[in-house]
C-alpha cells in the first residue's frame, strides 16, 4: 500500500508538471500590418488593413468645398478651421448652411440653391431626417434672438415641406446667439453667426 502511495503522488505530481508547463505563456509576434506586411503571417494571410487602407490617402485630397473627394475625410483640425466653418457652418458634411440678413428671417434668393441642394439631398434618401438650428449674432436681446433663430429654422422648414420633404421628417430648434461661429465683431463675423445649420439625423 505504501508503494501504490508513492506511485499515486509520483503520476499526480508528473501530470501537475505537464499540465502548468502548456499553461505557460506563448510567443506571439508584434503586429506588422500596413502596406509592407506580406501575406505569410502567421494569421493564415489574414492581415488587418490600417487607416489609410480602408479610408484613402486622407485630408490631402480635399476638393473646393473642403468635403473632400474619393473617400478622404476631413480631420476634426480641419473641421474647426475657419475655412471649413465658413463654408459649412456647423452643416452635416451632406448639407449646405444658409444665412440670412440682418434681423430678417426669409430666405434670400441667393439661398435657394443651398436649400434646393438640401432638399434634394433629403429627397434622394427618403429615411434621412434632419434638424434645422436657427442662429443668430448677438445683437440684440437674448429673448429676441432666440425667437429670430427659430423663425429663420421654421423659414427653412417650410421651404422644405414646400419642395416635398414630409413634415415628419424636419425638426427646428433655435439656439439664438448661443452657438456663435465666431466670437469677433466685425461684418462678416456677424454675417457667418445669421445661419441656419441642417444636421442629418
Same mark, same amino acid.
Not at 11 to 31: D, E, H, I, M
Not at 149 to 165: D, N, P, Q
Given at each position: ?6 506511485l499515486?503522488?509520483?503520476?499526480? +505530481? ?5 499540465l502548468a !508547463?502548456?499553461c505557460g ?7 506588422? !500590418? ?5 501575406s505569410?503571417d ?5 492581415r488587418?488593413g ?54 430678417h428671417?426669409?430666405? $434670400? ?9 438640401n432638399?434634394?439631398y433629403?429627397?434622394?434618401?427618403s ?7 436657427g442662429?443668430t449674432?448677438? $445683437? ?8 429670430l ?14 419642395? !416635398? ?5 424636419i425638426?427646428?430648434v ?19 453667426? $445669421?445661419?441656419?445649420d441642417?444636421? +442629418?439625423?
Amino acid at each position: 500500500m505504501h508503494t501504490f502511495s508513492r506511485l499515486f503522488l509520483a503520476t499526480a +505530481l508528473a501530470c501537475t508538471v505537464l499540465l502548468a !508547463g502548456g499553461c505557460g505563456p506563448k510567443q506571439v509576434s508584434p503586429y506588422a !500590418g500596413g502596406a509592407g506586411a506580406g501575406s505569410d503571417d502567421s494569421m493564415g494571410g489574414n492581415r488587418m488593413g490600417n487607416i489609410t487602407e480602408e479610408t484613402g490617402p486622407g485630408v490631402e485630397g480635399l476638393d473646393s468645398t473642403g468635403r473632400g473627394g474619393s473617400g478622404s475625410l476631413a480631420t476634426d483640425a480641419d473641421q474647426q478651421s475657419d475655412a471649413y466653418k465658413r463654408a459649412h457652418g456647423r452643416s452635416s458634411p451632406e448639407f449646405t448652411p444658409i444665412y440670412f440678413d440682418y434681423d430678417h428671417s426669409g430666405i $434670400r434668393s441667393d439661398q435657394i440653391p443651398s436649400m434646393e441642394h438640401n432638399g434634394g439631398y433629403l429627397k434622394s434618401n427618403s429615411s434621412a431626417r434632419v434638424l434645422i438650428e436657427g442662429n443668430t449674432d448677438n $445683437r440684440g436681446t437674448n429673448e429676441y434672438n432666440l425667437a429670430l433663430g427659430e423663425r429663420r429654422a421654421m423659414s427653412a422648414k417650410t421651404y422644405l415641406i414646400e419642395f !416635398g420633404i414630409e413634415e415628419s421628417r424636419i425638426r427646428t430648434v433655435s439656439y439664438g446667439e448661443e452657438r456663435p461661429l465666431f466670437n469677433g465683431g466685425s461684418e462678416d463675423d456677424y454675417a457667418h453667426n $445669421r445661419r441656419d445649420d441642417f444636421i +442629418l439625423e
